[in-house]
C-alpha cells in the first residue's frame, strides 16, 4: 500500500463582460465574453487502472493533467412577440487551452482509456430558439404551444506534438463534441389556470467521439445518435386532488458506441414512468 500524492496550485483570474442592448420594445441584443476553466477529476488523475462499470472498460489516469482554460464569446439576438413567443439567434466561439480528452490506448492484450492534455482547440456555432403560442394562428389552436431549440456546433482539435494525444488523429472533432443537439416539443394546457397540462418533449444529440484512437491506423469509437421521447401529464382529479404521470425515455433506444464498422457497445436503460398524487385541502 502506500499514498500517492498529487498537488496543483494555481491562480486564474477569471474575468467576465456583459453587454445587452434593448433594440426595440420586444427586441434585444446580448453580447458577452468570459473565462471559465475545468479541472481534472480525480479518476483522471490517478494513474492506476480500474474498471468502468459501465462497458466493462479498464482505465487508467495520468497524473501530468493540468487544468483545461477556456475562452467564451457569445452574440444573441432575441425578439419576443408576445409574453409568450420568443425567436432567438445566438453566435457562439469557444477557444480550449489544454483540454482534457479520453484517449483508447493500445496495449498488449485490450485495449484501455487514459486520459491527456491537448494542445488546444476551438469550437463554434449557431443556436436556434422558438417558443410559438398556435393560438395566433388559429382560435382552435389557443390551448397549443411548440417550442425547439436547436444547436449546430463545429469542433476542430490541435493534438500537439507530444504525449498520447500526438499519437490520435489532427483531423477530428473534440472528443465529446456533437455536430448538432436538437430538442423540441409541445405543451397542451386547455385551462387558464394549468391545472391540467400536457408536455411531449424530443432529444436527439449528433454522434460523438468518446475515445480518441491512439493511432491514425485505429478508428476513432462514436457515441450514435439516440431518439428520445418524454411525456409529463397534468390533471385535476376531485376537489383538491390532483394527479401527474411522467414517462420518460419512451422510445428505449440503444445506447450505441461504434469503432468504424464494428459495434463495440449496445445496451437500453429502459423506460421510466412515474405517478403521483396532490392532495391540497
Not at 480500474?50 to 482505465?59: A, I, K, P, Y
Not at 419576443?80 to 466561439?93: D, H, K, N, R
Not at 409541445?186 to 449528433?206: H, I, K, M, Q
Not at 385535476?236 to 464494428?262: I, M, T, W, Y
Amino acid at each position: 500500500g502506500g499514498v500517492y500524492a498529487i498537488e496543483r496550485r494555481n491562480t486564474d483570474v477569471l474575468p467576465s463582460l456583459a453587454v445587452n442592448v434593448r433594440l426595440t420594445d420586444d427586441q434585444n441584443l446580448r453580447l458577452s465574453a468570459t473565462r471559465t476553466l475545468s479541472r481534472p477529476e480525480y479518476r483522471e488523475l490517478v494513474p492506476f487502472s480500474s474498471r468502468d462499470l459501465v462497458g466493462d472498460q479498464e482505465f487508467f489516469g495520468d497524473s501530468s493533467l493540468v487544468r483545461t482554460r477556456v475562452q467564451n464569446f457569445d452574440a444573441r439576438w432575441e425578439w419576443y412577440p408576445t409574453s409568450g413567443e420568443v425567436l432567438s439567434v445566438g453566435l457562439f466561439a469557444k477557444r480550449f487551452d489544454a483540454p482534457i480528452e479520453q484517449i483508447e490506448v493500445a496495449t498488449t492484450g485490450a485495449t484501455q482509456l487514459s486520459y491527456t492534455n491537448a494542445e488546444s482547440a476551438n469550437n463554434y456555432g449557431v443556436e436556434l430558439e422558438v417558443r410559438k403560442d398556435l393560438g395566433t394562428l388559429a382560435a382552435a389552436l389557443e390551448p397549443f404551444a411548440v417550442f425547439t431549440n436547436a444547436t449546430l456546433m463545429k469542433s476542430t482539435i490541435h493534438t500537439g506534438d507530444d504525449g498520447l494525444s500526438a499519437a490520435t488523429r489532427g483531423d477530428r472533432p473534440m472528443v465529446g463534441q456533437a455536430p448538432y443537439v436538437v430538442n423540441a416539443g409541445f405543451t397542451f394546457t386547455p385551462d387558464e389556470e394549468g391545472r391540467t397540462s400536457a408536455t411531449v418533449l424530443y432529444n436527439v444529440v449528433g454522434k460523438r467521439i468518446v475515445a480518441a484512437a491512439q493511432t491514425p491506423l485505429t478508428e476513432d469509437s462514436y457515441e450514435m445518435p439516440r431518439h428520445m421521447l418524454d411525456v409529463s401529464l397534468r390533471f385535476p382529479l376531485r376537489g383538491g386532488v390532483s394527479a401527474k404521470v411522467d414517462a420518460e425515455n419512451l422510445f428505449d433506444a440503444r445506447h450505441e458506441v461504434k469503432q468504424g464498422s464494428v459495434l463495440r457497445q449496445s445496451w437500453r436503460t429502459g423506460r421510466t414512468v412515474a405517478i403521483g398524487i396532490t392532495w391540497r385541502p
